[in-house]
Each structure stands twice: as C-alpha cells, then as structure tokens.
C-alpha cells in the first residue's frame, strides 16, 4: 500500500447564486481528474488532486490554483464564490489502484483497503463482500480478482 495525497476545495454558494449546480460535475480538464460536487448546504466541494508525495499532507498554493483553474473550465462562475476550507488527506493506493479484498497472508487478517480514488463509491459493494466473507468464511466469485493473493510471487506461499 502507498498513500496518495489528495487536495480538495470547499466553497460557499451565497443564497443569490443558488441554485449553482443541481448536480455533481466530473471530468478531466488538462489530463487531471476534477469534480464539483453540490451539497445541500449549500457548499460546493470542488476535488482532488491525485499526487505521490509520501505521507505528504500539506495544502498547496499550486494544488488549490490546479483545482480552482479547473473547476473554472466547467463552470466559469465559480471563481466567485467565498473560499471556505482547504483540505489535503491521503488515499491507501494498491501497486494497481485496485481494491485489497479479503485474507492477507497472516492468518485471521481481513483486508478491505486501496480503493484509490474510489473508496466513497466502491463502499457497498467492499461491504458486501466482507459481509460475505465474515457469514460464510468464503469470499464471493466477484471479488477473487482483488484478492492481496495477486501480488504474491509465484513459487511464493
């Protein structure tokens, strides 16, 4: 596992400009991933940026500007709204940003982690199939290709 910094923005919608958006926005502007996401309480969370900088978890000038020269291509306006929160956290990165599923090789131990950049998306169905794993002592077929068995070497047990 790696960590993987991620900044995010939050900004305030002003009652006169509301609504802003109605829906979350994603997209990739400049080769980066970006998306504006809605909240009903009236913040606008603009995120993230995907850096590998270690443990790293400072708030940058350069990572704030990225998202916020971003976010301007969607949606032009918002560079006008109130700047309410700057944030940086670090997401569990597997050698192939793909989930950890299942029995690691020390007996008893249950992985679920290294979701990357999809860990809030892929939160169901990770409990399902530990749910599963947890009721019957056998992962389901789906999650096989994500087991940390995948990264052992052959010859390797």
């Known amino acids: 596992m790696r960590p993987v910094k991620g900044q995010v923005v939050r900004l305030s919608v002003p009652e006169a400009y509301a609504p802003f958006l109605s829906r979350t926005v994603r997209a990739v502007v400049r080769g980066s991933h970006v998306y504006?996401?809605?909240?009903?309480?009236?913040?606008?969370?603009?995120?993230?940026?995907?850096?590998?900088?270690?443990?790293?978890?400072?708030?940058?000038?350069?990572?704030?500007?990225?998202?916020l020269r971003?976010?301007?291509?969607?949606v032009?306006?918002?560079?006008?709204?109130?700047?309410?929160?700057?944030?940086?956290?670090?997401?569990?990165?597997?050698?192939?940003?793909?989930p950890l599923l299942g029995p690691s090789a020390l007996p008893g131990l249950l992985l679920a982690t290294g979701h990357y950049r999809n860990g809030v998306l892929l939160t169901p169905v990770t409990g399902d199939v530990m749910?599963?794993?947890?009721?019957?002592?056998?992962?389901?077929?789906?999650?096989h290709a994500?087991?940390?068995a995948r990264f052992t070497p052959v010859g390797v047990s």
């Open 76 to 98: 032009p306006g918002i560079t006008e709204l109130p700047l309410t929160e700057t944030r940086a956290g670090l997401r569990p990165g597997s050698p192939d940003n793909a």
């Open 131 to 143: 749910g599963a794993l947890l009721a019957t002592g056998e992962l389901p077929e789906e999650a």
């Open 146 to 148: 994500f087991t940390p």
């Open 36 to 67: 504006l996401v809605p909240r009903e309480s009236g913040e606008l969370v603009v995120g993230a940026t995907s850096e590998e900088l270690g443990w790293d978890t400072t708030v940058t000038a350069g990572g704030v500007y990225e998202l």
């Open 70 to 74: 971003d976010a301007h291509e969607l």
